[in-house]
């Protein structure tokens, strides 16, 4: 690749605190040859006239009627010109390399179909970060999101070769788990993953994000549940692992807000 365009994809719904640190995180990149699609997901707020503000050739910008996050980034992958695709959430923000750290990377190898790297977790003012976590694997990435391995996903973190996506996309049925459901789908054995060791993803860690909606963090895992045996019908293997890690994830998780019957619940009836 000669300094290929990457298209980064934003959904904004409601995001008026917010959008301007995260489109300012895309105008430091260290990396220019971007073009930032802004996807205006039936704002109620004041996020189109923030929208309105930026003044760059390579800013575009679409609405739709708000019709959740999924539809939101289709929107913006049929739209995309780039041969790489990554994705921001409006809350969030880009550390100035993290363009041209994963676009090094894709040099290396016409199979490497998705580049990674660390994720900085930050207080919801950005004053204090507070865990980086980072990945450990490399290869087909497949088994590894099945499993719910943390080795190779922290969430919507991915570059992606534009190829590799092909004509999949999100599924807009789910609001949660989306983003694992996606990369799953677009995991196939002809691309593999890597990661670089710069951080390239700064998560704003606020009260109303969707991680914090416990009831629809384990609805997004019933569904996909339903999305793997779609894709994968055959496979069985993974099935008790999936189900031993959902278990553990939902009832820790509702144990720590204090959720006992919740937990309870989760502890006995998840499949």
Sequence with gaps: MNNPLVSIIVPIWNGEAWLEDAVASVLLQDYPHWELLLIDNGSTDNSSQVIASFNDDRIKTFTQPHSGVSKARNLGLENASGELICFLDCDDKLPSSSLSSRVALFDTSPTLGFVDGSVEIWEADFSTKTQVVSPTFSGPPLQELIALNSSCFHGITWMIRKEAIGDRRFSEHMSHSEDLAFYISIATGEWTYQFVPEPIYSVRKRAGSAMSNLDGLAEGYVHLWT?????????????????????????????KKGRLWKALYWSKHWR
């Design 227 to 255: 999305h793997i045996v779609a894709l994968h019908p055959t496979e069985e293997d993974w099935k008790a692992v999936y189900k031993q890690k959902v278990k553990r994830i939902l009832v820790r998780s509702f144990l």
